[in-house]
């Protein structure tokens, strides 16, 4: 039978309950001073990054409205075309790697503590080194623009434009800048995706969960599949730039259309990445104006992880004008139609909420009913351009950039703008103007449609995307002139929305607490927040606690539910199991430290000075680097704790430390790796790509790795995988001696493994700059050393963590995480013996 | 003690995973129609009838595994206990929710999966 936690039946004593906030508040304060800049509490971490992309919403709305003042008349001579083509490509770029994308991301960092009942996610300083990350690379980006020295290729950035005719440094900014930028987005879905399924409050079970996390969950989870295959074609373009190798030229056997493969592998699940989470926000406000739960909760549940996977299987449909098979058009346009199916669903479910329920006129719902609309126009445009055949019509016209903004504005804006309209006293405790909102809603949503409404008929009558300008006479000069006046009232609700934003509150009263009467757990914060989250995590029974539980706030408040009291001092939070939420084991996080900002700044050096051909400081960066990151594990993660086990109320004992698939960090390892593992499933199919241009692939005649060295490295590498793991074994059984023989000799393995790897293209003389075929077995083989050298330093840092008594048979969370990344190596050794030695040959 | 009966709703046997099943299936016949288009049509070659019966062929296995994880999930979703509406904190909603929504992903699956085959059929040419 299952039992819950009822709280506490009397009132704990005031004094009590007076020295347990003392203390709760001592653990979480907040840094003070100039040291503000070194907390890592992702409530924190999540306003700085959440502020930081309204930023880069501003900057890219203002190169939006350059564009059109330029564009407001014919033959006009306000921007050159380089000035022009380098604001379009910036514009795009921003807003979707520096608003659209990570603004999920900022929100979710920011509120999914809450929403959990949650004192903070498991990784905060891994949610300040993305934030760190995302604002140099982001700033890189857009600095660059003032110095002429922005990307100009468009922000799918196309070979050979962009691999032959941009000499400047712009295309490097872009393809090493948002690569950096994307290695956050990655680590924000690490610290997301273990939050969700980790971090919730007992009783809150898989079927109970805030809709906000399961597609938060899902965008997270796209993010690992999705992201990979950019960052992999980013690294070929630039190789190719930086090194002459012809991955995308056809006169030596690449093909530019790999890019393009490569690109919209990522591009198209992006829009859904972008799309879920907003809908997720409009899946938040509904329920709580309609003051009635959700109606059909699961099928909504079936739209995320439906649309999540189906939005893997449309990226051939940018690609419908370049030749490919016509039965390849028709599966991908097949699957375009199918993935209205889910989108089609929950949208259904959001209107069935409303008619069942009341609905109470509030500026939130304005939004929300602005953004269906505007994303049902979008989505209606979007199944037109899945049918291939007016899509050859209709491609690289205006009509394109008014379907694509539809989507974007009615799926990402609008309900990011109804949002925070409607989460904003959670930040500070005050609430935005209603007054200003309605103002912001209807300039907006006139604005947006007097601008993008006529494009779709500027574009039926033929106006090209990415033209500076146009001649008169063409039917365009009216249209034109009307998206600009849009454009203007656009450009005007944004301004007011900034300025309630950011105006200075201090003499307006606090808002009550859960001032639109929801039932969601996020609104039990006291206003303002507290820095420690929940005063007590409660016991979840319902969807919509707040509505269902009686006394719940009271209850959390006066700490009679579970860990009310820091008795150590220290920062800790919950951790809970993945379907039924019960408590696991209680977590201590680390807290201020500003390892996590240098860390990420000698990251960007390894990619922001390749950019200017400076490899040796380049290099540098990553030692240091390297350096960085093993200081921060080592000083803030797996710490062994004074006393195993820790009470945290109701008769409940947790363990303060747990290991392998138990343990964050376990997850995080696998989460991440696969990530990794599906950058190399993308360079596997550009070998494979090649194959199917070229019957002749690999060519006769030009050298090859050979068989030897692949096949022994391969052996090798599998060798050091084995050992790892037997050592895990013998780690647990205490066996000292065999634990560092064994990692001893694994790290050798791994060296010479890496060797033989290197040793096949090196020593049969392959010359990557002569043809693809070398240029692709070269970077396989240095891909499978260079986890092999990743595998090195883990060893040796679970043999110093050994030696240092950190590591211990029982606490052993660093074998066990490390055990898992060779199970990677050895997949990835495995496939690149398979391509280099067994392909050529069965073939 | 815990009872026979209930040992079937326990959380360690309950997996996410059931969810991702139905959808996999249809990726991976999905990506093996792509590859396997890719490869008909390598080097110039016209394509027939038989490239779209060799895509919609598969899926006849395909729906049919994407029909077994929905059975598995029809049955979990089928079990007595729990009340209506099915969103208590207990182990009978719980293991009804993670069952109906493997129904309605196998069923979007089956669809998916038979728009491809569809759509194979109809157009089986490499032009």
Redo the contacts between chains.
Sequence with gaps: ??H?HEPLAETPPVELQRQQSERLQRAWEPAKGWRYWSEVNNSVVGQWYTALTIFFLAYGGVLAALMRIQLAIPNNKFMTAETYNQVFTVHGSVMMFLFAIPIFEAFSIMFLPQMLGARDLPFPRLSAYGFWAFLMGGMTLCLSLLFNAAPSGGWFMYPPLTSKYEPGIGADMWLLGFSFIEVAAIAASVELIVGILKSRPP?M????IPLYCWYVLVAGAMVLFAFPPLILGSMLLEIERALNWPFFDPTRGGDPLLWQHLFWLFGHPEVYIIFLPSVALVAMIVPTFART?IVG???I??SA??T???S??LW?HHMFTTGL???????F???S??IA??TGVQIFCFIATMLVGRVVNSLPMMFVFGALATFVIGGLTGVMVAVASFDFQAHDTYFIVAHLHSVLIGGSIFPFVGATYYFYPLVNGKKLSERLGRIVFWLMFIGFNVTFMPMHLTGLRGMPRRVYTYSEGLGFETLNLISTVGAAILVTGFAVFFWDLFRSKDHEPLSERNPWGAGTLEWLQEMPGKPWGVRSIPE????YPLWDQANIVRDVDEGRFFMPDAEEGKREMLIT????A?PVQCLRIPGPSYIAFWAALFTGGVFIFPTFKLYWPAAVCAVIATGLILRWLWEGSAMIPEKDHKYIGHGVDVPLYVSGSDSVGWWAMLITMLAVITAFVSLLFGY??YW??D?NFPPPGMPGPGWFWPTLGTALLLGAWALTNLVRKWNSQDRAGQVYGGLGVSCLLAIAGGAAMIAGPYLNSMDPTQHVYAATIWLLAIWTAMHAGLGLIMNAYCIARRAAGRMTAKYDIEIHNVGLFWHFVAITAVATEIVLVLFPILK | M?SQA?TDVE?KR???WL??WP??I??VH?LG???L???W???GST?SYW??VS?AAPALVALALIGFAGWIGWKKHTIPGGKPSH?????E??TR??G??TV??AA??A??TI??S???L??????
Excluded at chain 1, 205 to 208: A, C, D, K, Q, V
Excluded at chain 1, 540 to 543: A, K, L
Excluded at chain 1, 577 to 580: A, E, K, V
């Design positions: 039978m299952h819950d009783g079970r898989i079927h109970l739960p909760y699961s099928w549940v079936l992880i439906g999540g996977f189906l893997f299987g051939v098979p016509g039965i390849t058009l028709a599966l346009s097949a699957a139609q199918a199916i889910p979840i029974d319902s969807r199991s993945i379907i039924d019960k494979l790509f199917t241009l019957r | 815990i209930h959380e309950q997996s996410l969810l991702a959808p996999t249809w990726a999905f129609s792509y590859a288009a890719a490869v049509c390598r080097g394509g490239l779209g895509i969103d208590g904190d207990n182990n909603d719980r929710f993670l109906f929504a309605l992903l979007l699956s669809v998916a728009y491809t569809v759509a194979a109809i157009s089986g040419g490499c032009g």
